[in-house]
């Protein structure tokens, strides 16, 4: 983490827009290091006059106190920068304001109330909001996989026969797989952000970030519909396999039986 140690706390606005853009898989910040870089990890800088961004390696850009031209300019410069796009690019947005009683707060389906908008304070709730867009679109996708298998499980117990092929399955697997990946390795919900390191009087502030957007029971709740997909994926695909030997083991009966059927006709010639 670099922070430089006289950066002055700049006031973006009396009440600003914090926008969360999941714009991909992956987000190569590498090389956009500026002299008044605010954190190395995420990267974070201030853009323009009063603007702040911070870029996470798991394809999520915050964007706070930008102008619509402000924010689909900058896209567009790190638009390159970005693997795995998707179709939709899932938002979240938050209103942050000065707190007038000086205090950090968050009031249920109102703004987050700061002290004030320090890059410190803005670290955190950018870290909170890029997590939450993350499993966001993480939920949407399990919950697509969550879709398609439900047919599969309904024909099997309707008919007692596997409803697709193996390679489907092996499929849904890898997505849900992919999903894991993601959550745990990449955008890692359950670690705090490296400016709590040096901020341990942000603490409060991050916990009440991460209780407004519920990261840690959204994050759990995906983990169990994880773990349902990748068991209900290979229990169908035992299935399909165990269909398959049952197949085969028929096939191999009535070879041997055709054989045996051969043998008896050519001695029953030859004895003739």
Known sequence: MHEPTNVPSRVLAHRVTARALALGARLDAHGLE???????????????????????????????????????????????????????????????????????????????????LSPQRLLVVADGLAKSVSLGRDEREVNSVLDIIEPFAAGLSRTGRPPGTRRNMLKLIGQALLVQHRVAGRVAVEEKPDVLWDRPDLERLYARVEDEYE??????????????????????????EADRATRLEGTIVILIVMEIILTLAQMFILHR
């Open 34 to 116: 500026r002299p008044d870089t605010i954190s190395s990890t995420p990267l974070a800088f201030h853009v323009g006059t009063s603007g702040f961004v911070a870029l996470y390696r798991f394809g999520v850009a915050v964007l706070v106190g930008l102008s619509p031209v402000e924010e689909d300019d900058f896209i567009r410069q790190i638009k390159a920068r970005v693997s795995g796009e998707r179709d939709r690019v899932d938002d979240e947005t938050a209103v942050l304001e000065i707190s007038a009683d000086g205090e950090d707060r968050i009031s249920p389906g109102g703004p987050i109330g700061m002290r004030d």
């Open 215 to 240: 990261l840690q029971e959204r994050t759990r709740t995906l983990k169990r519909k994880l773990d349902v997909i990748v068991e209900t994926a290979h229990a169908l695909t035992d299935v399909i």
